[in-house]
Nanobody
Framework: QVQLVESGGGSVQAGGSLRLSCAAS????????MAWFRQAPGKEREGVAT???????YYADFVKGRFTISRDAAKTTLYLQMNSLKPEDTAMYYC????????????????????WGQGTQVIVSS
């Protein structure tokens, strides 16, 4: 049974940093088929970061240069380092994992992922 548990959210001022963690059980965090998503109130869930099919980090344009996706050496935890946070980054952040395969063309599309964590809240104040 796959279980994804996020942690690390909180409240910060604009310009601050947070590091989110996603502990994976029943699923290897070394898989490139994992991703971070976020959903702000009243908005659609959107992809934030993932790995390409070649294991290269891939980011949505709105976080490029500010966020970094990584995983630990034991490959049980996925991370999202968030720097230079802006008020518009306020959202619930979710860890997600795909099944046996993923369509790279839709790598940041929620339809490609079948396992989801419960989310961790990030609030950025101005």
């Amino acid at each position: 049974q796959v279980q994804l548990v996020e942690s690390g959210g909180g409240s910060v001022q604009a310009g601050g940093s947070l590091r989110l963690s996603c502990a994976a059980s029943g699923y290897s965090a070394s898989s490139r088929y994992m991703a971070w998503f976020r959903q702000a109130p009243g908005k659609e869930r959107e992809g934030v970061a993932t790995y390409s099919d070649f294991g290269i980090p891939y980011y949505a344009d709105f976080v490029k240069g500010r966020f970094t996706i990584s995983r630990d050496a034991a490959k049980t935890t996925l991370y999202l380092q968030m720097n230079s946070l802006k008020p518009e980054d306020t959202a619930m952040y979710y860890c997600a994992a795909a099944g046996a395969s993923r369509n790279w063309a839709r790598a940041l599309g929620r339809s490609e992922y079948i396992y989801w964590g419960q989310g961790t809240q990030v609030i950025v104040s101005s």
